[in-house]
């Protein structure tokens, strides 16, 4: 059974930093670009950032540039998201997706396949 399992929400101040896992596991994670996306409460969701299957392409939302880093350990079938200088527009449910296209997924930031996980939550809050 395909699965995409986050980890590493919590509360923070703003100002402080987070990382975030996604772990893939019953399909072939390095045949996948990897995406997160986030959704606050009473909005759309909007992709964050995105990493294509070797991590040699990467896409950030520009609300996120400079303080979000996206990587990926595809021998542990992993993406992280090191998140710093985190404030209280961060705050959401943060999710991965898995999409075969770079261009639809992590351009476009479209949300067409079914591979996602449930998300963690991120607060920032003091």
């Known amino acids: 059974q395909s699965q995409l399992v986050e980890s590493g929400g919590g509360l923070v101040q703003p100002g402080g930093s987070l990382r975030l896992s996604c772990v893939g596991s019953?399909?072939?994670?390095?045949?996948?670009?990897i995406g997160w996306f986030r959704q606050a409460p009473g909005k759309e969701s909007e992709g964050v950032s995105c990493?294509?299957?070797?991590?040699?392409?990467?896409n950030y939302v520009a609300s996120v540039k400079g303080r979000f880093t996206i990587t990926r350990d595809n021998a542990k079938n992993t993406v992280y998201l090191q998140m710093t200088n985190l404030n209280p527009e961060d705050t959401a449910t943060y999710y991965c997706?898995?999409?075969?296209?770079?261009?639809?997924?992590?351009?476009?930031?479209?949300?067409?396949?079914?591979?996602r996980g449930q998300g963690t939550q991120v607060t920032v809050s003091s």
């Open positions: 019953g399909f072939a994670f390095d045949d996948y670009a």
């Open positions: 997706r898995a999409d075969e296209s770079y261009q639809l997924m992590c351009v476009e930031w479209m949300e067409r396949t079914d591979y």
């Open positions: 990493i294509s299957r070797s991590g040699m392409s990467i």
